[in-house]
């Protein structure tokens, strides 16, 4: 080993390292000590969330070390531990520790049956991770496995067969799972598949938002249909008022809103049209010309002096930058005089 030296012949001088000896006694496991860490585990686990967030952090590390300890403890009991603590509810990676525990398990076998009968609980929820941690153990080697597409099969066939007794939110869960996964290409009876999307869309309104967001943004085609538009109104309808739009559940919520109100419109032009219309005439639009301009109308005269009277009063920037845009998309001239007071003293004219 080597410092810089620069007075040396080649900038450097030689460091002769030493290390501290370090001596370990290990004492034996008594057979109390597996159940007792387990035990002391578990009952951090079982302590409520804090409400206080300057408390959320310190709980989620005492929540991933109490994990850690039952991924390396080992045992049965501290493995089927893990199983009940994978829910798919990952709150600061704890999951993929959950994940990693059961996959990397001592006993393999011990793991895989632990999951299954997870799977099988009604109100446990089966997540993309637990699907891909079943069907590693289902593999059963470490090696490069030919027949994956068979062990994703059986896997999926044994969900399908448990939704039934699933409820609540592990049936949204497990369902959007087992559809995700026949949609990108598990192989299932078709059937079967459109029973599942078929239940999924009569539970729509109960799955995550963001499990909803997928299936109106990236899903559209699979399940677009002349029952979807009661669904898609009640989203595009649900209004709620975000001070910031471009906080991160404001954004979420709104994207949701769009997308709805954009595939409501796909479907039932003559039904969404009023929504569209009323949304351009709030005091403060949700959504700009980007959702709103898809109106065929070259101007909607209707609306003109309500979105200069609500371009005057407005000073927040997401609501003029949605009324601008709504303006420049739908208004006449007979609002110049209007948009042309508001902006000149900032813009120049």
């Known amino acids: 080993m080597s410092v810089k030296d620069s007075p040396g012949p080649l900038g450097v001088s030689p460091v002769a390292v030493r290390l501290n000896e370090i001596t370990f006694k290990i004492i034996p496991a008594t057979k109390a000590w597996p159940t007792q860490v387990l035990t002391n585990a578990a009952a951090v686990l079982n302590q409520p969330s804090p409400s206080k967030p300057e408390e959320r952090e310190k709980d989620v590390k005492a929540r991933r070390q109490a994990l850690e300890t039952l991924r390396f403890l080992g045992t ?7 199983a ?3 829910r798919g509810e ?3 990676g704890l999951d993929y520790v959950c994940m990693l525990g059961l996959i990397s398990s001592p006993d393999p076998v011990v793991a895989r049956r632990a ?3 997870e799977l099988e609980e009604p109100n446990h929820p089966i997540s993309d991770n637990f699907f891909y941690a079943l069907q590693t153990l289902a593999a059963g080697t470490g090696m490069p496995n030919p027949d994956w597409k068979k062990d994703q099969r059986q896997v999926l066939e044994a969900l399908v067969s448990a939704l039934p007794a699933k409820r609540g939110k592990a ?3 497990s369902l ?7 949609w990108s290409g598990v192989e299932l009876p078709e059937q079967t598949t459109k029973a599942l999307v078929d239940q999924m869309v009569t539970l729509f309104d109960q799955l995550p938002p963001d499990s909803q967001a997928v299936l109106l943004t990236y899903r559209w085609d699979r399940i677009a249909g002349p029952n979807m538009v009661p669904i898609l109104r009640r989203v595009a309808e649900n209004y709620q008022e975000f001070l910031q739009m471009r906080e991160m559940n404001a954004y979420r919520s709104l994207e949701l809103s769009a997308s709805a109100l954009q595939h409501w419109y796909e479907l039932d032009p003559a039904g969404a049209r009023p929504a569209i219309i009323r949304e351009i005439r709030r005091p403060r639009p949700r959504f700009g010309a980007r959702v709103l301009g898809i109106l065929p109308d070259k101007t909607l005269p209707d609306v003109d002096f309500a979105l200069a009277e609500h371009l005057s ?3 927040d920037f997401d609501g003029l930058a949605n ?3 709504l303006i420049a998309r739908y208004s006449t001239d007979a609002i110049l005089p209007q948009v042309t007071a508001k902006l000149d003293p900032s813009l120049g004219r």
């Open 76 to 82: 049965a009991d501290a493995t089927a531990e893990l």
């Open 84 to 86: 009940r603590r994978f």
């Open 90 to 92: 990952d709150n600061g």
């Open 115 to 117: 999951l299954e009968h």
């Open 171 to 173: 049936l949204t869960v």
């Open 176 to 182: 959007t799972t087992a559809v995700n996964k026949a």
């Open 313 to 315: 009063a407005d000073s």
């Open 323 to 325: 009324i601008v845009s």
